[in-house]
């Protein structure tokens, strides 16, 4: 209990004779996401600050830092997590892929369908298996304390052309982080991985330094991606965009049972705005992207076969080279297995 308490709480609660609940009322969690207010990061951050504060009749306060204010990327950040200097932190796969390499299942193509079953897979056991690998992996530093969303569904775009089979992409250059998963899925179309950081896209859009990328369409509108020329997006939805929320681990044990059961309540309703709020954005981004004409295509089911199809090596060098990847790649199978039983039996009952 004592960790979360400053000196002047404190010394104030011991000239007082209160009992450590009155001194547990200081309790700071300190919060960032290197995004902004547009973000569904920033979204989530705001009920869970907002549900955390009041489901702890204020013993509890969350301060939020949007943007670079408290670190500068994910290794900078995970590192202030592991280290104390920050408390809660969101992360992509891709920002996590150097410290915890096996988050990159993540972004395994075309496992999962749709957002019900991402939805039903990331609220389970799935996420706690992910959770004890890295907590091993870090000393027990490093806690995930939820998977939410950030963009929607990755989706591939371009510069040059409409896509409607693997075959479309030979040939582009594709934009991808610089993780090796990503690159492998873009190899596996037959097109080129070509890593380039987030803020140097638009002008490498604008100099053909690459012809497309894989980004959810809020991405797409929000950096203003049309102005440079990305006039063709593919529904394909080949990755759904998992933001991973970290809390330093001795932070959150050190709070009493109480505590740590609204702060897991707190998260639980961060995932839930966060799974929500891509949905009602990229409606008006959808009608901006077409109106300013933008070509969106929805592939067939069997195009959508074909690009998975194209992708099954990615799901095998993952587990060869992914160090964890065979543990976490079977803990997803299973779990997308079960949430598609679990909605199958939810359709029969419903539909009838």
Known sequence: MLKGLTKVALTAALLAGSALSAAAQDIT???TA???ENDEDYDGLVVFKNHVENASNGRIAVELFIGTQL???GAECLQ?????????????SGGAAGIFPYVQVLDLPYLMSDDRVAEHVLSGDFTRKMRAMALEDSGDTIRIMTIGNTGGWRNFANTQRRVTQPSDLEGLKIRTVVADLP???VKAMG???TPISWPELFTSFQTGVVDGSKNGITDIMGMKFPDAGLQYVTLDGH???GAIWVMNNEKFLGMDEDMRRVVVDGFAALQQATFASPKRKSIQAYQDFVAG?????????DEKAAFRDAAQPVFQWFQDNVDGGPEIFEALMQAVEEAEADLASGYEADLN
Not at 80 to 92: K, L, M, P, R
Not at 293 to 301: A, E, I, M, Q, R
């Open 29 to 31: 969690i300190r919060a």
């Open 34 to 36: 290197n995004s902004n």
């Open 71 to 73: 670190c500068s990327g």
């Open 80 to 92: 202030g997590v592991a280290d104390g200097s920050i408390d809660v932190f969101v992360t992509t």
């Open 183 to 185: 690159q492998e899925v």
């Open 191 to 193: 097109a080129a991985p």
């Open 239 to 241: 990755a759904y965009m």
């Open 293 to 301: 004409g933008g070509d969106l295509y929805v592939p067939t089911p």
